[in-house]
């Protein structure tokens, strides 16, 4: 078991975890809120370092990065623990199973190692929440690198800054999970009402690492569409990371409400500014917001079609995709 790296010594014996942004003070015993973190009288111990709650080999569009190295194949991987504290939203990889079998033990240099033998593009985190499991992420994301792999967070964006920073080096991409826009709606969806650090985060991982950011966001109708919230995501969206910016609007529940209310989001979205926002259905294309023409199609796997140096093979539109890992720029 490993020891938390960020984490300080407080006065009173106890320690503070700093990788999510409950900054849990825990005494020896105490269990974080993310339940696989616990103090000890030297620091703070991941208790699930090592284990894999899933891997699976697949494209990169599965996990809503459709801007990153499209068509490329990544092994996506993931381990327990979740910073969300609901028991609604701590999903299927919240807690350390009690049978051992099903502790699935993967060390970081061996994942990209299997990630390079499979001819993997990338290691993409994605089962679980990267900010509770940022240790063994940070090793995987060095090893990865070292061999001039991708490296991309599915992420609800709860990690601190400062473990950011330990990540930034080795970081390409984010797709960030956005459930709402006020403080009502992302306490009911998450267990946190203190969001706008998450905003903080994806800012910082942008312009301070030029991180490629996508957003995904499911909508729930009566929660997360009204339309003070879609206009403030939008805005942000557009204002922060940039009118080329990926938004995708899932349907958060079944029904017609929720398909209603990602249409209306998505007109919102283009009425201010934004260039690419695409919805559930994953056979969609890019296409230039300047002529129309396809760049990225995406009838089976994707291919680029309709990019020349950058910029739309038609008209010369510039199209912010990140295609290689050496042009770190937004």
């Given at each position: 078991m490993?020891?938390?790296?960020?984490?300080?010594?407080?006065?009173?014996?106890?320690?503070?975890?700093?990788?999510?942004?409950?900054?849990?003070?825990?005494?020896?015993?105490?269990?974080?809120?993310?339940?696989?973190?616990?103090?000890?009288?030297?620091?703070?111990i991941?208790?699930?370092?090592?284990?894999?709650?899933?891997?699976?080999?697949?494209?990169?569009?599965?996990?809503?990065?459709?801007?990153?190295m499209?068509?490329?194949?990544?092994?996506?991987?993931?381990?327990?623990?979740?910073?969300?504290?609901?028991?609604?939203?701590?999903?299927?990889?919240?807690?350390i199973?009690?049978?051992p079998?099903?502790?699935?033990?993967?060390?970081?240099?061996?994942?990209?190692?299997?990630?390079?033998?499979?001819?993997?593009?990338?290691?993409?985190?994605?089962?679980?929440?990267?900010?509770?499991?940022?240790?063994?992420?940070?090793?995987?994301?060095?090893?990865?690198?070292?061999?001039?792999?991708?490296?991309?967070?599915?992420?609800?964006?709860?990690?601190?800054?400062?473990?950011?920073?330990?990540?930034?080096?080795?970081?390409?991409?984010?797709?960030l999970?956005?459930?709402?826009?006020?403080?009502?709606?992302?306490?009911?969806?998450?267990?946190?009402?203190?969001?706008?650090?998450?905003?903080?985060?994806?800012?910082?991982?942008?312009?301070?690492?030029?991180?490629?950011?996508?957003?995904?966001?499911?909508?729930?109708?009566?929660?997360?569409?009204?339309?003070?919230?879609?206009?403030?995501?939008?805005?942000?969206i557009?204002?922060?990371?940039?009118?080329?910016?990926?938004?995708?609007?899932?349907?958060?529940?079944?029904?017609?409400?929720?398909?209603?209310s990602?249409?209306?989001?998505?007109?919102?979205?283009?009425?201010?500014?934004?260039?690419?926002?695409?919805?559930?259905?994953?056979?969609?294309?890019?296409?230039?917001?300047?002529?129309g023409n396809?760049?990225?199609?995406?009838?089976?796997?994707?291919r680029?079609?309709?990019?020349?140096?950058?910029?739309?093979?038609?008209?010369?539109?510039?199209?912010?995709?990140?295609?290689?890992?050496?042009?770190?720029?937004?």
């Amino acid at each position: 078991m490993r020891h938390s790296e960020p984490a300080t010594a407080l006065d009173d014996g106890r320690w503070q975890c700093h990788v999510c942004q409950w900054h849990c003070t825990l005494a020896a015993g105490e269990h974080g809120r993310c339940l696989v973190r616990v103090g000890a009288e030297d620091g703070v111990i991941a208790l699930h370092d090592g284990l894999i709650s899933g891997a699976v080999v697949g494209p990169i569009e599965d996990y809503r990065l459709w801007h990153l190295m499209p068509g490329a194949q990544m092994l996506a991987l993931g381990g327990w623990g979740y910073a969300f504290p609901t028991d609604q939203q701590r999903g299927p990889y919240a807690t350390i199973p009690d049978d051992p079998a099903k502790q699935r033990k993967l060390p970081a240099e061996k994942a990209a190692s299997f990630a390079l033998a499979q001819l993997c593009r990338g290691v993409v985190w994605n089962f679980g929440d990267p900010s509770v499991s940022h240790e063994y992420v940070l090793e995987l994301f060095q090893y990865a690198r070292s061999s001039s792999r991708v490296t991309a967070l599915v992420t609800t964006g709860y990690e601190t800054i400062a473990a950011l920073d330990q990540l930034g080096h080795y970081l390409d991409a984010i797709c960030l999970d956005l459930r709402a826009f006020e403080d009502a709606a992302y306490a009911r969806l998450s267990g946190v009402a203190q969001w706008r650090g998450i905003l903080e985060l994806a800012a910082h991982a942008k312009q301070r690492w030029g991180c490629h950011v996508e957003v995904l966001t499911r909508l729930h109708p009566g929660v997360n569409d009204t339309a003070d919230q879609i206009h403030g995501m939008a805005s942000w969206i557009h204002d922060t990371l940039g009118a080329q910016t990926a938004w995708h609007i899932l349907p958060g529940d079944a029904g017609a409400a929720a398909t209603q209310s990602a249409a209306r989001a998505k007109r919102v979205g283009h009425e201010l500014g934004l260039k690419f926002i695409y919805g559930a259905d994953p056979q969609q294309s890019t296409n230039c917001p300047a002529c129309g023409n396809t760049i990225i199609e995406r009838s089976g796997q994707a291919r680029v079609v309709g990019l020349n140096d950058g910029g739309c093979s038609r008209c010369g539109q510039n199209i912010e995709l990140r295609t290689s890992i050496f042009k770190r720029g937004g």
